[in-house]
């Protein structure tokens, strides 16, 4: 797993973005999600979980 591209939100804002980008764009939570993950460079929710669970910036 390669660290993110940039430096990541904790994890409460980083679930409130892709909330917001489910609401606008009318897609389902989990591909927000994966969408969003991807911006930071991962390849997908579960990979950026993984990492903020790795890297204890959880708040």
Do not use: V
Request: hydrophobic residues 25%.
């Amino acid at each position: 797993m390669n660290p993110p591209t940039k430096p990541l939100p904790p994890i409460k804002r980083f679930k409130q973005r892709a909330k917001a980008q489910k609401n606008s764009e009318g897609i389902k939570q989990a591909r927000a999600l994966d969408l969003l993950s991807q911006k930071y460079g991962f390849t997908d929710w579960k990979e950026c979980l993984s990492y903020y669970h790795t890297q204890d910036i959880n708040n």
